[in-house]
T-cell receptor, first 112, second 113 residues
């Protein structure tokens, strides 16, 4: 089983809202990732957690705040987003940091 | 990570083999070649990866040239459901740390009747 789940599937929020994206895997993977994909562009890495610690932050603005409460869960807290942050947000996980990454279906975010 | 070059788009008739090329002429000895695909608005799906030997699984075959400067992903009997963007990614391994996938622009494969 290589399933990564993400909720919600779709999210519409205003620029003053606070929302969270959730990602979950039960494969015993110890590395988890957030990628962002703008329309007609390839995915780009935002954050990497390894053994529940943030190991890579690709200079993402502070209005995006990741959290890894345990080895199965990864959250992305959103606050004061801009319309240009509208995108598909993808979560991935891998057994270790160097292993194959498996992606979830993504959350389609629209910021009004 | 080494840069990859792929054709922007390709067409393939259903039932025929789809051969997707990738050039990675600056690949290093410790870099793997990974292939993912992304069907419209879905998350990328892992297909296959290899270091220097050819690899085959239930989805596809990966042929890597002897000098490792290029590779070909082969879908032996393409179906309409294989229509997707296919990404060839070169990724460093054996660093002991978590690493990212750097996606290029990929090849848009259109399978037709």
């Amino acid at each position: 089983d290589t399933e990564v789940t993400q909720t919600p599937k779709h999210l519409v929020m205003g620029m003053t809202n606070k929302k969270s994206l959730k990602c979950e895997q039960h494969m015993g993977h110890r590395a988890m990732y957030w990628y962002k994909q703008k329309a007609k562009k390839p995915p780009e890495l935002m954050f990497v957690y390894s053994y529940e610690k943030l190991s890579i932050n690709e200079s993402v603005p502070s209005r995006f705040s990741p959290e890894c409460p345990n080895s199965s869960l990864l959250n992305l807290h959103l606050h004061a987003l801009q319309p240009e942050d509208s995108a598909l947000y993808l979560c991935a996980s891998s057994l270790g940091g160097e292993d194959t990454q498996y992606f979830g279906p993504g959350t389609r975010l629209t910021v009004l | 990570d080494a840069k990859t070059t792929q054709p922007t788009s390709m067409d393939c008739a259903e039932g025929r083999a789809a051969n997707l090329p990738c050039n990675h002429s600056t690949i290093s000895g410790n870099e793997y070649v990974y292939w993912y695909r992304q069907i419209h608005s879905q998350g990328p799906q892992y297909i296959i990866h290899g270091l220097k030997n050819n690899e085959t699984n239930e989805m596809a075959s990966l042929i890597i040239t002897e000098d490792r400067k290029s590779s070909t992903l082969i879908l032996p009997h393409a179906t309409l459901r294989d229509t997707a963007v296919y990404y060839c990614i070169v990724r460093v391994a054996n660093t002991g740390t978590a690493s990212k996938l750097t996606f290029g622009t990929g090849t848009r494969l259109q399978v037709t009747l």
